[in-house]
C-alpha cells in the first residue's frame, strides 16, 4: 500500500492533482463509469494504458446480441453512451430471435471497430468534467479508521499521485495478463499492447480476493485471399431500430449500404487438424491456468466436448470499412500458430486465406465479484468500486453495463446521496449484477436470456419505460430527452385505449380480413383491441377498418401490439414481481449477527456473515443458504420488531 507520507521520502514520486473519482481503465466499462460521473458533475480522471484504444473491440467487432442487445438498450435508458456510438459506427444491423418472440428479441450491429473507438475517444474528449490521461496506475492509496479501509488515491507508474474521493477500477483483461499461442507465451495484453502489473497486488493487499480467467480471440484473415461466394451469405436488415431511443424517436433508420457477413462450417479436415495436434493445445496440457468461459468455448473445446457434432458453424464477418480484415467468429484457439494456418485453411471459401493475426489465449487477473455490493463497491475497501471483466464477466456490453453503474454510484458516494440499485425485475442489469454479486461466478460470466426470470417483462423495446424515470431522477437524461419519452408514453397508452373503445360492427371487410388471417367473428360486434389480441391479426392487417387511426411512428406502433398481446402473460409476470418485491423491500442490516440465529444451519450462517445481503430476497439467492434459512430469517426480523415496538413503548410510557 503506497501512503502519502512516502511521498516526501521517493524522489519519483508527486502530487499531481485531486479529483471526485478516478476511473482506472478506458474500455466500454470506463468509459461510461467516467461518463456517468462527470455528467453528473464530478471532476474525473480517466486513466488509460493505450490512449488510441478507448472502447476497444478486441474480441469480436459487433455490439449487441441475444440479450447483450437487451443490455445496451438499458445502457441508452439510463443515460449511457454505448447505444448512441454504436448507432453511429454500425457497418451492418439484424434483429436476433426474431422466430422466437418479441420476449426475446435482441438487437445486434457489426461495429466498424476503428471508427467506434474514434468515435468514443472523442465524445469523452469533448466531456467538460473528464480529463483523460495516459497512464498506468499500479498502485492504491487508503487510510484505515476504526477498523474500516477508505481510499484516498492512487499512484501510476510514472509517480504521478493523485487525491481521489472514490475509485472504479475498469482493468478489462490486461491485469496481470499474459498471451498464449501453444508454446509461445507472452507476458502482454490483448492486441499485443503493454500489460497492468502491481494493481492486482495492491487489491489483494487490501483485502480482495482475486482469481484468474482467461478467454480468447479468433483469427484475422483478409478479405482479397477470402472466396465469398461459396459461402452462404448474411445480409443486414433494413428494419432494425437503432440501439438508442433518442435517436430512435429521431427517426434514424439503418444505413442502405450494409455490408454483409458469411457463414461457413468446419469441415472434416478441420476436425483432423485439431484432433492430431491436441498434445500441443496449452488447453489441456495445462499451460493455461485461468477459467475460460463454458458459453463461448474455442475451437478445439467444441471438438472435444461435444464429440457427436461433427461440424460447427463459423461466421465471416468484416472488421470496418476501411480494412480488409476479416473475423472468424465462432472460431478462437490457443493452438499453435502453424496449426492455426491449417486449420483456417481447411475451412470452404478460406483455402487460400492470408491470416493477418493469429488467435490467441489470454489469461487475466480479475476478483471474486462477491467481495462487492450490489452498487458495485467493494465490501474490502470503501469508495473503490469495479466494474466489467475485472469482476468476472465477459462481453462489451456487461463491461459497459457495469461500468455505468459503478460511475453512478462513485458518484453517488461522492455526492452523499443513496446508490442505485437496480433489481432483477427492472433490468438485465439488475439480473447481472445480482448474479455476479450474490452467486459469484468460476469462470467468465455472460449474460443471457434464460438467466432473466421476468423477460417477458424485460424487452429490448420497452427499457426507457422501464429506466428512463431512473435516468432522469439521476441527472443522466435530460429534459428535453425526458419530454419526448414522456410524449412516446403518452402515444402508447392513447392508442391502447383507443383501440379498447373502437368497436366494429360486423362487414364484409371485417369478414376478408379474419378469413385471411385465418380466424372468424362469432360475436356481434368487436372491439379492435379483442381483434389484435389474436395472434394470427396483426396491427397493420386492421387498416382497412379502422380509417381513424391516426398517423404513429413504428416503435409505438411495435409498443402498442406487444402490449396487447401479451397482456394476459404480464399480467401473470407483474404478479410474481410483486411477490419478488416482498422478498427484495425486506431489508437486512449488515449488523445482523447470523453466527448468533439459532436454526440457522451452520453453512447458511457462514455464507450470511461473509456476504452481508441486503435484502431477504438476495439472502435466498445465496448458494448454501435454503428456503428453510430464509424462514428462519423472517422469524428472527419478526421478533426483532416486535422488541423494538416494545422497546419504545417502554421509552414513550416512561
Known amino acids: 500500500m503506497g501512503s502519502w507520507e512516502q511521498l516526501k521520502e521517493n524522489p519519483f514520486w508527486y502530487e499531481a492533482g485531486k479529483y471526485d473519482v478516478a476511473v482506472i481503465g478506458a474500455g466500454h466499462a470506463g468509459c461510461e463509469a467516467a461518463f456517468a460521473c462527470a455528467h453528473l458533475g464530478l471532476s474525473t480522471i480517466l486513466l488509460t494504458l493505450h490512449l488510441d484504444q ?80 495516459q497512464g498506468e496506475v ?101 428494419d432494425m431500430p437503432p440501439f438508442s431511443f433518442g435517436n430512435e424517436m429521431d427517426g434514424m433508420t439503418p444505413r442502405e449500404d450494409q455490408i454483409p457477413c458469411y457463414a461457413v462450417w468446419t469441415t472434416p479436415e478441420t476436425k483432423k487438424v485439431i484432433t492430431e495436434n491436441m498434445d500441443r493445445s496449452p488447453l489441456y496440457s495445462g499451460v ?42 465462432g472460431f478462437s484457439t490457443s493452438l499453435p500458430e502453424d496449426v492455426q494456418v491449417q486449420m483456417v485453411h481447411s475451412l470452404p471459401g478460406l483455402e487460400k486465406a492470408h491470416i493477418q493475426r493469429a488467435a490467441y489465449a489470454i489469461e487475466y487477473d480479475c476478483i471474486d465479484p462477491t467481495t462487492a455490493d450490489l452498487s458495485l463497491e467493494s465490501t474490502c475497501l470503501e469508495g473503490l468500486f469495479t466494474a466489467g471483466q475485472i469482476n468476472g464477466s465477459s462481453g462489451y456490453e456487461e ?45 467468465p460470466y455472460r449474460m443471457m436470456t434464460s438467466r432473466a426470470e421476468y423477460r417477458i417483462f424485460l424487452r429490448q423495446d420497452n427499457a426507457d419505460m422501464r429506466l428512463t424515470e431512473i435516468g432522469h431522477e439521476i441527472g443522466l437524461i435530460d ?106 423491500n425486506k431489508k437486512l442490516s449488515p449488523d445482523i449477527p447470523y453466527e448468533q440465529i439459532t436454526g440457522l444451519r451452520l453453512e447458511a450462517r457462514t455464507k450470511l456473515a461473509q456476504r452481508k445481503p441486503m435484502s431477504l430476497g438476495q439472502a435466498s439467492r445465496i448458494s448454501g443458504v435454503s428456503p428453510a434459512d430464509i424462514a428462519v430469517l423472517l422469524v428472527y426480523l419478526e421478533a426483532k420488531k416486535r422488541e423494538e415496538r416494545e422497546e419504545r413503548k417502554e421509552k414513550n410510557d416512561g
Request: charged residues 30%.
Open 399 to 443: 463491461a459497459a453495463a457495469q461500468g455505468l453503474m459503478a460511475g453512478i454510484n462513485a458518484a453517488m458516494k461522492v455526492l452523499e446521496r443513496s446508490p442505485v440499485i437496480l433489481d432483477r425485475s427492472q433490468a438485465y442489469i439488475g439480473v447481472l449484477i445480482d448474479d455476479l454479486v450474490t452467486k459469484g461466478t468460476k469462470e
Open 288 to 329: 493455461i491456468e485461468g477459467t475460460g468461459p463454458r458459453y463461448c468455448p474455442s475451437i478445439e473445446d467444441k471438438f472435444m466436448r461435444f464429440p457427436d457434432k461433427s461440424r460447427h458453424q463459423i461466421f465471416v464477418e468484416p472488421m470496418g470499412e476501411s480494412t480488409q480484415e476479416l473475423y472468424l467468429q
Open 479 to 584: 429534459d428535453a430527452r425526458y419530454s419526448a419519452f414522456e410524449e412516446k408514453r403518452i402515444a402508447i397508452e392513447e392508442e391502447k385505449e383507443r383501440l379498447r373503445t373502437t368497436h366494429l360492427p360486423p362487414s364484409e371487410k371485417l369478414h376478408e380480413i379474419l378469413t385471411r388471417c385465418g380466424s372468424t367473428l362469432t360475436q356481434s360486434g368487436i372491439s379492435l383491441m379483442e381483434l389484435l389480441k389474436r395472434p394470427e391479426i396483426h396491427y397493420s392487417d386492421l387498416k382497412e377498418v379502422d380509417p381513424k387511426r391516426p398517423e404513429l411512428p413504428p416503435y409505438v406502433v411495435f409498443a402498442v401490439e406487444v402490449d396487447i398481446k401479451y397482456e394476459g402473460y404480464l399480467k401473470l409476470e407483474e404478479e410474481r414481481i410483486r411477490k419478488f418485491a416482498a422478498l427484495e
Open 54 to 133: 478507448l472502447a476497444n473491440l478486441p474480441c469480436n467487432p459487433s455490439i449487441g446480441g441475444t440479450a447483450k442487445g437487451q443490455l445496451v438498450r438499458e445502457i441508452d435508458a439510463l443515460g449511457g453512451i454505448m447505444g448512441e456510438m454504436a448507432d453511429l459506427s454500425a457497418i451492418q444491423t439484424r434483429m436476433l430471435n426474431r422466430s422466437k418472440g418479441p420476449a426475446v428479441f435482441s438487437p445486434r450491429a457489426q461495429m466498424d471497430r476503428a471508427s467506434y473507438s474514434r468515435r468514443m475517444k472523442e465524445r469523452i474528449e469533448k466531456e467538460e468534467n473528464i480529463s483523460l490521461v
Open 138 to 238: 499500479v498502485e492504491l492509496f487508503w487510510e484505515e479508521t476504526s477498523g474500516k479501509k477508505h481510499i484516498t488515491g492512487i499512484r501510476t507508474r510514472s509517480g504521478a499521485c493523485y487525491h481521489v474521493k472514490a475509485a472504479v477500477v475498469c482493468s478489462g483483461t490486461y491485469m496481470e495478463s499474459r498471451t498464449i499461442r501453444g508454446e509461445v507465451i507472452v507476458e502482454s495484453g490483448p492486441d499485443g499492447l503493454s500489460r497492468s502489473v502491481g494493481l492486482s497486488k495492491s487489491m489483494a493487499e487490501a483485502g480482495i480476493t482475486m482469481q484468474r480467467f482467461k478467454t480468447g480471440t479468433p483469427v484475422r484473415v483478409n478479405a482479397r485471399t477470402v472466396d465469398t461466394s461459396v459461402m452462404e451469405i448474411q445480409p443486414g436488415e433494413p
